[in-house]
């Protein structure tokens, strides 16, 4: 009963910047976390950034300083602002929200970084 729906990515030249955004709507009270992974071709899906309902934000270490998670808990929604973009952040993104004890996908967003 939770939909999610992710948007803005593109394609970009590295070094350049993109901001995701993820939203969440349907029957539910307030999520309790939300997370951004990527998958690349050939490549398992990995955890890149994740902010809980209090604020704590996690990053995978290869994004740290590059990439900023944030949140607006009234719209229910979430944001990924990606900077200094790098041709291995090529992937899709994909946004997960946590609502009680269950996690919603979203259908993913392509980010491609041309050297």
């Known amino acids: 009963q939770v939909q999610v729906v992710e948007s803005g990515g593109g394609l970009v030249q590295a070094g350049g910047s993109l901001r995701l955004s993820c939203e969440a709507s349907?029957?539910?009270?307030?999520?309790?976390?939300m997370a951004w992974y990527r998958q690349a071709p050939g490549k398992q899906r990995e955890l890149v950034a994740q902010?809980?309902?209090?604020?704590?934000?996690n990053y995978v270490d290869s994004v740290k300083g590059r990439f900023t998670i944030s949140r607006d808990s009234a719209k229910n929604a979430g944001y990924l602002q990606m900077n200094s973009l790098k041709p291995e952040d090529t992937a899709i993104y994909y946004c997960n929200v946590i609502v009680l004890s269950l996690g919603y996908w979203g259908q993913g967003t392509q980010v491609t970084v041309s050297s």
């Open positions: 349907g029957s539910f009270f307030g999520i309790n976390a």
């Open positions: 902010i809980t309902r209090g604020g704590t934000t």
